[in-house]
């Protein structure tokens, strides 16, 4: 045996020795760019740099997948005091508190804890942000996942608020000159467009996707003292309004888009469907009820109705885009939240959370823990029923059905 190489293994030795080579000094180069790119940043930036924004530099470069399904039954939520407001948020359990903003990931481990006063906050969540506000406070600010963002006050007391699914978001206020002031910013929280009402009280707002249009649902008065409400439809780069219509003696409470450009108006006496020109294509009455609970959620919009004068017989009635009613039912209870997700609609009682399929209108009523503050979807398949110490994740099929979750 011998250890000399062949002219054909030297050849390859040589080439391989030389992309090593270049490789190591492409190491060098990438090496002496970062160390530059260190010393500019500190150079140039050194009032911005903190502490804290390293901290959360970070947490940004953590190399750790994040988790799509929960792996825990239970978040338990430490020492927050006073919770009122849950929502779901990039895939985690945003807590609101009065005094404390926090997000726990499907692990139930805390992503994000900062100690902020909130007198009666309000949750919005979207893909980009969450925004909370303080309902008859001056006071908003935006989260995401990690840090707050933007915080801003106002002189005069915030009405509603909407959010965007890219980032733009609005909030209505009022001034000493105007009734209502509508603010919209873009995801750059820079101020973008006002529109302004010296009589009008602006009672809800959404975006349309994509964000450069949204709506404005305001309420106005007649001189005879008879309320109409006034729908505007508003485009973020231009002054001109896309359409604007009224509806007479109404007040509508939600006002939210549908797929195709359309507008669902869930109102005190009906809810009023329309199509992308405008034009009103479904009117469902209450048939002089009033409504106990209503929303607009994504293609579905619900509302309850309680018909006797004395118990607790209520008639939920669900409808899709077009306004047409794909479940009616009457349940028995005190209905204290309501969720729609895909085929089904969740009612949380007192001691209970019911399942009504709006394809088959099968109802499943299984007992829970008492004081259940809401119930919110993580996802297809998982609830969470929210408590003010702690949040039950449950399994959809499992828990009302029975069936094992396949591996």
Request: hydrophobic share 40%.
């Amino acid at each position: 045996m011998t250890d000399e190489k062949t002219p054909a293994e030297e050849q390859a030795s040589s080439y391989y020795f030389k992309i090593a080579k270049r490789f190591r000094v492409l190491s060098f180069i990438l090496l002496g760019v970062m160390v530059a790119f260190i010393i500019t940043m500190f150079s140039v930036s050194r009032d911005e740099i903190t502490v804290e924004n390293l901290r959360y530099f970070l947490r940004y470069i953590d190399t750790r997948q994040a988790e799509k399904t929960a792996t825990t039954d239970t978040i338990v939520f430490g020492d927050t005091e006073s919770i009122v407001k849950f929502g779901v948020y990039r895939n985690g359990l945003a807590v609101i508190g009065h005094d404390r903003v926090q997000i726990f990931d499907l692990t139930g481990e805390e992503i994000l804890d900062i100690n902020q006063s909130n007198a009666a906050p309000q949750l919005l969540t979207s893909d980009e942000y969450m925004m909370i506000y303080n309902i008859g406070g001056t006071t908003f600010q935006l989260y995401n996942s990690l840090s707050k963002e933007y915080e801003e006050s106002y002189p005069y007391p915030i009405g509603c608020a909407a959010l965007g699914d890219t980032g733009a978001f609005l909030l209505t206020t009022r001034s000493m000159e105007y009734r209502s002031v509508v603010h919209v910013y873009n995801k750059k929280f820079e101020q973008i467009y006002r529109w302004y009402s010296p009589d009008k009280h602006v009672m809800d707002a959404s975006f349309r996707d994509g964000d450069e249009e949204f709506v404005i649902a305001a309420l106005g008065t007649r001189d005879d003292g008879i309320c109409y409400a006034e729908i505007i439809l508003c485009q973020t780069d231009r002054e001109e309004k896309r359409a604007q219509f009224t509806i007479e003696d109404e007040i509508i409470y939600r006002a939210r888009y549908t797929e195709n450009g359309g507008l669902v108006l869930v109102g005190g006496k009906a809810v009023y469907v329309y199509d992308s020109e405008m034009n009103l294509i479904s009117t469902v009455s209450y048939g002089g009820y009033t409504p106990v609970m209503l929303d607009s959620i994504g293609e579905l919009t619900y509302f309850t109705l309680n018909k006797n004068i004395v118990g607790s017989n209520y008639t939920v009635t669900v409808l899709d885009s077009t306004g047409t009613v794909v479940y009616s039912g009457d349940v028995q209870g005190e209905i204290t939240r309501a969720l729609l997700q895909n085929d089904a609609i969740y009612l949380l009682f007192d001691r209970t959370v019911m399942r009504i399929s709006l394809q088959t209108g099968e109802q499943i009523a299984k007992e829970i823990a008492p004081n259940c503050i809401t119930v919110e979807a993580l996802d297809d398949k998982t609830l969470m029923l929210c408590y003010a110490e702690q949040s039950k994740v449950i399994d959809i099929d499992s828990f009302f059905f029975g069936v094992t979750a396949q591996e």
